[in-house]
T-cell receptor, first 114, second 109 residues
Framework: EAGVAQSPRYKIIEKRQSVAFWCNPI?????LYWYQQILGQGPKLLIQ????????DSQLPKDRFSAERLKGVDSTLKIQPAKLEDSAVYLC????????????FGPGTRLTVT | RKEVEQDPGPFNVPEGATVAFNCTYS??????FFWYRQDCRKEPKLLMS???SGNEDGRFTAQLNRASQYISLLIRDSKLSDSATYLC??????????FGAGTILRVKS
């Protein structure tokens, strides 16, 4: 079974530039999550989708971050404009349902903002 | 106060040692508890769920104490391959999972 796919794996941009990350969840998984993991910290949930609807985006900095999940499958996360403090690993995860189910993580995108 | 708190370590132990990690959580209504393992520069992976009665998987034992709102993970007969960061995960309001900052384990020969 194919796992969660993410691209790109690495990205270096200058502050104030824009960047987009892509995620393809495990086939059939209704729930998709985007997490931000800063070095030395645990993953922090940015946004959670159930099919193509947003379940929780309370920790998403909406002035600069946006995310969408068209057709309830793939998802993109965008940052515009980027700040130095956005340097982190952005992890996508999927699960068959809500929190009682195991979450399967992709390899992440390591973003460096200079 | 953070929703999920862990001792960051690192815990440096010799092979064959027994090591225990604790994790405390603030939401008394939490129902789901997990331990995830994260290797260096890799994604987190589920190690085990934590059940009210406690559960064991080989060398790993997880315990839940609802009254004191803490979870523990015990690793017996530590192997070099157990070296990783162990993340305590608890469901929060609205079925959101909250991750602790992780406890670093280093097993040395």
């Amino acid at each position: 079974e194919a796992g969660v796919a993410q691209s790109p794996r690495y990205k270096i941009i200058e502050k104030r530039q824009s960047v987009a990350f892509w995620c393809n969840p495990i086939s059939g998984h209704a729930t998709l999550y985007w997490y931000q993991q800063i070095l030395g910290q645990g993953p922090k949930l940015l946004i959670q989708f159930q099919n193509n609807g947003v379940v929780d985006d309370s920790q998403l900095p909406k002035d600069r971050f946006s995310a969408e999940r068209l057709k309830g499958v793939d998802s993109t996360l965008k940052i515009q404009p980027a700040k130095l403090e956005d340097s982190a690993v952005y992890l996508c995860a999927s699960s068959p349902g809500f929190s009682l189910y195991e979450q399967y993580f992709g390899p992440g995108t390591r973003l460096t903002v200079t | 106060r953070k929703e999920v708190e862990q001792d960051p370590g690192p815990f440096n132990v010799p092979e064959g040692a027994t090591v225990a990690f604790n994790c405390t959580y603030s939401n008394s209504a939490s129902q789901s508890f997990f331990w995830y393992r994260q290797d260096c520069r890799k994604e987190p992976k589920l190690l085990m769920s934590v059940y009210s009665s406690g559960n064991e998987d080989g060398r790993f034992t997880a315990q839940l104490n609802r009254a004191s709102q803490y979870i523990s993970l015990l690793i017996r007969d530590s192997k070099l391959s157990d070296s990783a960061t162990y993340l305590c995960v608890v469901n929060s309001y609205g079925n959101k999972l909250v991750f602790g900052a992780g406890t670093i384990l280093r097993v040395k020969s």
